[in-house]
């Protein structure tokens, strides 16, 4: 019996948080301080940061101040309101300016640091999705607990378990790769990815009378509801 929607969803959801919950703590443990020792004198480049966005925000907060004082004041008066809204958008001008020139500096080691961090969640989630779907042989947790099973046919018509590359190819470098990787370089066309690769799945294990996804036709493989468990 075919897999459920909710069921192929559900399961791969948990890997999926699985997954991120070791990364974050292999980031929290030693990633983060090895990411910070790459940028010369980090700490105190991202203290002297966060001040000086504290400062800018501190700023817009007593320009927005004044101006809400020259318009309770102004009463009506359009001319007064007008005279006042032209003087809170040339301070914020000013003081974005000045910010643009004070964090300059700032800029490059930051943009590395951030930058690397998205990098290490991405090689991160793909090394590991990798090892224990391989190593699981598409036996993930979340496929075990939610009692889903991958399977190919043989030649004979009956369910056998699927090969090394089957699931490579079904489980990482068709579900997750290509979404990853644009991820990595545009975080919006990322998230756009997903969702359409995940509404074509939608759709097509929905509506189609064999309930497979590209990758299920492409690997020959089929996602099954497991009632009598590994």
């Given at each position: 019996m075919f897999a459920s929607l909710f069921r192929r969803i559900a399961s791969s959801f948990i890997d999926l948080c699985l997954i991120l919950i070791i990364v974050y703590a292999l980031f929290f443990i030693g990633g983060r301080s090895i990411l910070q020792n790459r940028i010369d004198n980090f700490d105190i480049i991202y203290a002297d940061y966060n001040d000086i966005v504290a400062a800018y925000n501190a700023d817009l907060e007593a320009v927005q101040t004044e101006y809400d004082v020259a318009i309770e004041l102004a009463d009506g008066n359009e001319e007064l309101e007008a005279t006042a809204l032209e003087n809170y958008n040339l301070s914020r001008t000013i003081i974005n300016e000045q910010n643009t020139i004070d964090i300059n500096p700032y800029n490059r080691p930051l943009t590395q640091y951030f930058s690397e961090i998205i990098y290490f969640f991405v090689i991160g989630f793909i090394v590991l999705i990798t090892v224990m779907s391989l190593a699981m042989v598409g036996k993930t947790p979340g496929r075990?607990?939610?009692?889903?099973?991958?399977?190919?046919?043989?030649?004979?018509?009956?369910?056998?378990?699927?090969?090394?590359?089957?699931?490579?190819?079904?489980?990482?470098?068709?579900?997750?790769?290509?979404?990853?990787?644009?991820?990595?370089?545009?975080?919006?066309?990322?998230?756009?990815?997903?969702?359409?690769?995940l509404?074509?799945?939608?759709?097509?294990?929905?509506?189609?009378?064999?309930?497979?996804?590209?990758?299920?036709?492409?690997?020959?493989?089929?996602?099954?509801?497991?009632t009598y468990g590994y």
């Open positions: 075990r607990i939610l009692k889903v099973k991958i399977m190919t046919e043989d030649g004979n018509g009956e369910f056998i378990k699927p090969s090394i590359i089957q699931v490579f190819l079904h489980d990482i470098f068709l579900k997750y790769f290509f979404i990853v990787f644009v991820f990595a370089f545009n975080m919006y066309y990322g998230i756009m990815f997903m969702l359409v690769a509404l074509v799945d939608v759709i097509l294990i929905t509506f189609t009378k064999k309930r497979l996804t590209i990758r299920d036709y492409f690997t020959r493989l089929k996602v099954l509801k497991n």
